[in-house]
């Protein structure tokens, strides 16, 4: 079991709906969790980033952190096709060598007009 | 503001040929530095880290070398390519260890 999981997609809207993108995770050791949206042939750019369990927004992009149900979302509201891309979640913890990062595997969204 | 520069931006190299691919950093003193491989519909591998100069871990024992040279310099080498060296490759920075990653545009290497 990897982990963290996210379904790889491909998971297609129309413009205006409103997107969930979920991640699930095992090592209840994650303190920090971070959503990347990546478009082909970039780098991932980063949309969130959290710490706590409970909401974060910014704009149309909302993070939502469950730790007592290893859970993380990234909600889109009003999507649209510029949003099509694929989202990484991404989580920290901390052992001997530091703080360390695990990615999940992206969702790739697409929103059509 | 800080950003990140990684070059070139697509690479093509035969089979046995050295690789360096560059990576700076600028706007922010003494970052930890990633590299990250990309393969086609897979996730983020690590590759190397490193919290300073001459500092380097290593994640994956391959046909890779990491070195940094500089506080804001981060080179990928390789004296021999292999086929399975093909990816994109990522260079990524954060201030601390709290910090969330940044990354460059990356590198799209094919080996032929």
């Known amino acids: 079991q990897k982990e963290v999981e996210q379904d790889p997609g491909p998971l297609s809207v129309p413009e205006g709906a409103i997107v969930s993108l979920n991640c699930t995770y095992s090592?209840?050791?994650?303190?920090?969790f971070m959503w990347y949206r990546q478009y082909s042939r970039k780098g991932p750019e980063l949309l969130m980033y959290?710490?706590?369990?409970g909401n974060k927004e910014d704009g149309r992009f909302t993070a939502q952190v469950d730790k007592s149900s290893k859970y993380i979302s990234l909600f889109i509201r009003d999507s649209q096709p510029s949003d099509s891309a694929t989202y990484l979640c991404?989580?920290?913890?901390?052992?001997?060598?530091?703080?360390?990062?695990?990615f999940g595997g992206g969702t790739r969204l697409m929103v059509k007009p | 503001s800080q950003t990140i520069h990684q070059w070139p931006a697509t690479l093509v190299q035969p089979v046995g040929s050295p690789l360096s691919l560059e990576c700076t950093v600028e706007?922010?003193?003494?970052?930890?530095l990633y590299w990250y491989r990309q393969a086609a519909g897979r996730g983020l591998q690590l590759l190397f880290y490193?919290?300073?100069?001459?500092?380097i871990s290593s994640e994956v024992p391959q046909n890779l070398s990491a070195s940094r040279p500089q506080d804001r310099q981060f080179i990928l080498s390789s004296k021999k390519l292999l086929l399975s060296d093909s990816g994109f490759y990522l260079c990524?920075?954060?201030?601390?260890?709290?910090?969330?990653?940044?990354f460059g545009n990356g590198t799209r290497l094919t080996v032929t």
């Open positions: 990524a920075w954060r201030g601390s260890d709290y910090s969330p990653l940044h």
């Open positions: 991404a989580m920290s913890w901390r052992n001997n060598a530091g703080n360390m990062l695990t």
């Open positions: 490193s919290v300073g100069i001459g500092q």
């Open positions: 090592n209840s050791a994650f303190q920090y």
């Open positions: 959290t710490y706590s369990s």
């Open positions: 706007g922010t003193s003494n970052p930890n």
